[in-house]
């Protein structure tokens, strides 16, 4: 009994294979996973409530107010200006030679709590990890986060005391025979102490996600590299510092982000106008040039330029850490 042959159609002419278009029964059941899985979980989705409603309150409403920088806004008007003026407020601040002073000032204030409070937590928290001893490795740590948990009234408060012209640096300065130095007054002073001070605050702090980060390296890769011969600073470069390079990425990128929104409540507590060359940031000018001369569309325009500028550096950070490290925030 022969079997009937069917010839092939010829090439070119076969007909592509029918795709399956999207069923919309499996639609309903993903709304429906997702409305019982509220139903079920909506105590936990209730907690999320109050966080939601704070970033829509005082983060996101807040941005309908940059439309003042192109409206003429005058103080008991409209909240939205009376007149629209363009880019009138841009191209001011743009051909003024003192907001050019301050965006120096805040780039090398910015650049340099970049470069100096990034790193020493990295190694703060190497060396308290390297600690054997629980009572001292305790000690050290409650005495470093210790001026976290103090307000930057009181930091600026025992900064400015310290380093008084008759405060205890002065005097420690005395005894070696050196003449008594005005830190808070001469403006080539200012960077480092506020840097230093940034520094004492923070550094500590900044070391539990860096400690909590260590806890998540599998010890046999230490085992593995002592058999291999490597000592201690080659298990920390080869082992310790790779394990721990995704939260490094990450808080630099943040960091980075918060650029140019140099701590303004610091400077604001910490200058005074014989140090404004070396000291005033385009936070402590917009507070100036808003609140205290009542120019609020001009101050609104060089807070949005402020915003967009740390906008790109934030996802520049993150493209570039995506593509060279492959570690990235979104």
Avoid at 43 to 61: G, K
Avoid at 87 to 115: A, C, H, I, K
Avoid at 239 to 260: A, D, E, K, S, Y
């Amino acid at each position: 009994m022969s079997t009937p042959i069917t010839s092939a159609p010829p090439p070119g002419t076969q007909e592509p294979p029918p795709t399956k278009a999207p069923r919309p029964r499996e639609r309903r059941v993903t709304r429906t996973g997702w409305r019982r899985a509220l139903r079920r979980d909506w105590q936990l989705y209730s907690l999320a409530v109050l966080p939601l409603l704070f970033f829509l309150v005082f983060r996101y409403l807040p941005m309908i107010g940059n439309v003042i920088a192109f409206r003429r806004f005058e103080p008991g008007g409209s909240i939205f200006g009376e007149q629209w003026v363009g880019l009138r407020y841009v191209e001011m601040f743009l051909s003024d030679p003192t907001f050019w002073q301050v965006f120096r000032n805040t780039l090398w204030l910015g650049g340099l709590t970049l470069v100096f409070c990034f790193p020493i937590p990295i190694v703060l928290a190497l060396l308290l990890d390297e600690v054997r001893r629980r009572s001292l490795k305790r000690f050290v740590q409650s005495v470093s986060y210790l001026p976290h948990f103090l307000s930057i009234v009181i930091i600026a408060g025992i900064t400015l005391q310290m380093l008084a012209t008759d405060g205890p640096v002065n005097h420690v300065l005395g005894w070696f025979g050196h003449e008594p130095i005005r830190f808070i007054q001469e403006p080539e002073w200012f960077r480092t102490v506020y840097v230093g001070s940034e520094i004492w605050q923070t550094a500590g702090w900044g070391t539990i996600l860096y400690l909590a980060a260590l806890t998540t390296i599998d010890e046999d890769l230490y085992e593995a590299a002592r058999i291999d011969g490597a000592g201690r600073w080659r298990q920390i470069w080869h082992v310790t510092l790779p394990g721990i390079r995704p939260t490094m990425i990450t808080l630099l990128i943040l960091n980075i982000g918060t650029f140019m929104a140099v701590g303004f409540e610091k400077v604001l507590l910490l200058y005074n106008p014989l140090t404004y060359p070396t000291s005033d940031v385009i936070s402590t000018y917009v507070y100036r040039t808003g609140v205290e001369s009542n120019s609020f569309s001009y101050a609104a325009a060089i807070g949005l330029f402020e915003a967009i500028i740390g906008l790109v550096l934030i996802t520049s950070a993150n493209q570039l850490s995506r593509r060279t490290v492959g570690t990235s925030l979104w």
